[in-house]
């Protein structure tokens, strides 16, 4: 007797298995470049404490609004001596400014 549905199935099953594990590889690449994509890449050992970029800012005019960890980095609000809103990145432990824009702008 003669199966001639057989071959099909299988390379029906072998089709579906190919493209499974290339949608697999296609999602594991594009996970690659969106984690390496942060702005700081600092071991936690390696920051300094917020109070230190705080009194940076503030010795730079700053009014600092609040200070938080954003994608390995410190995200700053904060006004200027005019009174302007400030948003800013920095080094965890460098304290250098990475990017910084007037409120509003896309920094975030």
Sequence with gaps: ???????RAEESDK????????????ACLAAG????DRDCNVPLADWQPREALQKKLEAEGW?????R????????LATDVQGA???AKYDPASLERIR???????DD
């Design 1 to 7: 007797m003669l199966h001639l549905g057989a071959g």
């Design 15 to 26: 089709v579906k298995s190919t493209w499974f594990a290339s949608c697999l590889l296609a």
């Design 33 to 36: 470049p969106a984690a390496a």
């Design 63 to 67: 009014t600092v609004l609040s200070i």
């Design 69 to 76: 960890s954003d994608d390995g980095c410190y995200k700053v």
């Design 85 to 87: 809103r400030l948003k």
């Design 100 to 106: 910084h824009g007037r409120d509003g702008a896309d």
